[in-house]
């Protein structure tokens, strides 16, 4: 019962930072883990970062550790993903997702957002 709508995508250069958002509507939003995927064209979907129910522990890829940081505001309702020092690479579809814990929403999440584009020009 939980609608996640993400927000902030756009165009940015190389090197560049862009904040991501994900706003959360329905019951329990504190009792969910929380992560982040991206799907860049013609691969498949992958997690970059989680974050389980209260902040307190965070998870990210290998691929955006150091570069990215996981937060969430439950008064808000929201989970952000800051993304420092961005790469051509990391341009992708970003989705916000909602699980039971970290492990399995960085996996196998139960909610889905509709996803916003990130592109990172070289």
């Known amino acids: 019962q939980v609608e996640l709508v993400e927000s902030g995508g756009g165009l940015v250069q190389a090197g560049g930072s862009l904040r991501l958002s994900c706003g959360a509507s329905?019951?329990?939003?504190?009792?969910?883990?929380m992560g982040w995927f991206r799907q860049a064209p013609g691969k498949e979907r992958e997690n970059v970062a989680g974050?389980?129910?209260?902040?307190?522990?965070?998870s990210y890829a290998n691929s955006v550790k150091g570069r990215f940081i996981i937060s969430r505001d439950n008064a808000k309702n929201t989970v952000d993903l800051q993304m420092n020092s961005l790469q051509p690479e990391d341009t992708a579809v970003y989705y916000c997702?909602?699980?039971?814990?970290?492990?399995?929403?960085?996996?196998?999440?139960?909610?889905w957002g509709q996803g916003t584009q990130v592109t990172v020009s070289s």
């Open positions: 997702a909602a699980g039971a814990t970290i492990v399995s929403v960085t996996t196998k999440p139960t909610y």
């Open positions: 329905g019951r329990g939003f504190s009792s969910y883990a």
């Open positions: 974050i389980n129910w209260s902040g307190g522990t965070t």
